[in-house]
Structures are given as structure tokens and as C-alpha cells.
């Protein structure tokens, strides 16, 4: 059975500062890695998709890279702005009827 | 990008009352669908699947008499929450992919707060 474990919890850091978030999953034979974002008492935003034959995936200030050997994936997050404290999901799919397998989450708070 | 909307965005209804969540995806067709229900600093759980045409299919331990859910459209599934009870109060969302395309788009979530 696929884990998906997103450590730490909670995070909080000055802004400006650079950032890596991880996420782990115990069965490497996945689909795709898909990082999310969630504002509180939201849905959740697609951010970035990394494909299996992917290592990683850009989008402005974001960086996603995925080890899918080590069960590893990372979000970075350049230069990080008040307005990127929200809860970050990273979710697997192990291509089995596309379910979608998600960590608990790491809730950021970027201090101004 | 695919949009995909889901209302309503907060409901509270009482102990034994039935709800209705829609979800729609508004510029594509989606054959499937997907439920998730979330609690409080936790990660989202599969419920179940939404086939359009055809029955869902329930992950283990979720209620298919409780939730009921309908795909009468390639645009719309609904899941009904049935004889409510306060330990159905959580946040639900809903999930659809593009035709085709791997990345997953979800909807705003419903809270529903049964008193």
C-alpha cells in the first residue's frame, strides 16, 4: 500500500528565504508526483505535475524534482513571499484507476 | 487550465437531513470523477470514484447507502450525504482529470457542518 508522508508538519520562516519542502512515498512505481496548494477552507491548486520519466518541473518561483528510485520529491520555493503561506500537498498516483495517494501536508508561514 | 466547481461552498443542515454536493467541471468532459473528504490537519481521503453511466466505486469502509453519489453527465457528478449526523461534518472535495491529460484539478470543497 503507497504511503505518502510530508515531514515537517508545519514550517515557518522570514521572508525572502529560500525553501525546500519534502515529500516521501514508500512504492516507487508511480505515474506522476503532483505538488498542491491549499489556502484554509479551500480546495486545493494544482502547482506542479512531475511525470515518472521526469526530475523535475519549473514554474516561476517553484522547483519540483522527483528521485523516484529513493520514493523522494521536493518542492523549492525561491525567494518565498507572505503570500506563499499556505498548506503545501504532494500526491502521488500509482496510475491504478488514477486514485491519487496525498501526504498530510506541510502548513508554510512566511513571516514578513 | 480545467476548472473544475463545486458547490455549495459551506452547507450546515441538521442531524437526519439529507445534502446535495455538485460538482462540475466547466470546459471539459470528465468520464471520472473523484470524492475526497478531509479532516482537520490531515490528508485527503479517497471516498470514492464517480463513473459517468455507470455505478461509483466506493473505497473500503465508505458507506455507499450514506454517500450516494450520481454521474448522470460528463459534466456533473453529485454526492448526496444522507441521513446526516454530526460525525459527518468534515470538508469535501471533488476531483476530475482532462480527458487524456494526467494532472488532477479539484474543486473548491464543501464544508459541511451537520448540528
Known amino acids: 500500500k503507497q504511503e505518502v508522508t510530508q515531514i515537517p508538519a508545519a514550517l515557518s520562516v522570514p521572508e525572502g528565504e529560500n525553501l525546500v519542502l519534502n515529500c516521501s512515498f514508500t512504492?516507487?512505481?508511480?505515474?506522476?508526483l503532483q505538488w498542491f496548494r491549499q489556502d484554509p477552507g479551500k480546495g486545493l491548486t494544482s502547482l506542479l505535475l512531475i511525470q515518472s520519466s521526469q526530475r523535475e518541473q519549473t514554474s516561476g518561483r517553484l522547483n519540483a524534482s522527483l528521485d523516484k528510485s529513493s520514493g523522494r520529491s521536493t518542492l523549492y520555493i525561491a525567494a518565498s513571499q507572505p503570500g506563499d503561506s499556505a498548506t503545501y500537498l504532494c500526491?502521488?498516483?500509482?496510475?491504478?484507476?488514477?486514485?491519487?495517494?496525498f501526504g498530510k501536508g506541510i502548513t508554510l508561514s512566511v513571516r514578513p | 487550465g480545467a476548472v473544475v466547481s463545486q458547490h455549495p461552498s459551506r452547507v450546515i443542515c441538521k442531524s437526519g437531513t439529507s445534502v446535495k454536493i455538485e460538482c462540475r467541471s466547466l470546459?471539459?468532459?470528465?468520464?471520472?470523477m473523484f470524492w475526497y473528504r478531509q479532516f482537520p490537519k490531515q490528508s485527503l481521503m479517497l471516498m470514492a470514484t464517480?463513473?459517468?453511466?455507470?455505478?461509483?466505486?466506493?473505497e473500503q469502509g465508505v458507506e455507499k447507502d450514506k454517500f450516494l453519489i450520481n454521474h448522470a453527465s460528463l459534466t456533473l457528478s453529485t454526492l448526496t450525504v444522507t441521513s446526516a449526523h454530526p460525525e459527518d461534518s468534515s470538508f469535501y472535495i471533488c476531483?476530475?482529470?482532462?480527458?487524456?491529460?494526467?494532472?488532477?484539478?479539484f474543486g473548491q470543497g464543501t464544508r459541511l457542518t451537520v448540528v
Open positions: 512504492d516507487s512505481a508511480i505515474y506522476n
Open positions: 464517480s463513473n459517468e453511466g455507470s455505478k461509483a466505486t466506493y
Open positions: 500526491a502521488v498516483d500509482t496510475g491504478a484507476n488514477s486514485k491519487l495517494t
Open positions: 476531483s476530475a482529470r482532462f480527458p487524456g491529460n494526467t494532472e488532477a484539478f
Open positions: 470546459d471539459f468532459q470528465a468520464t471520472t
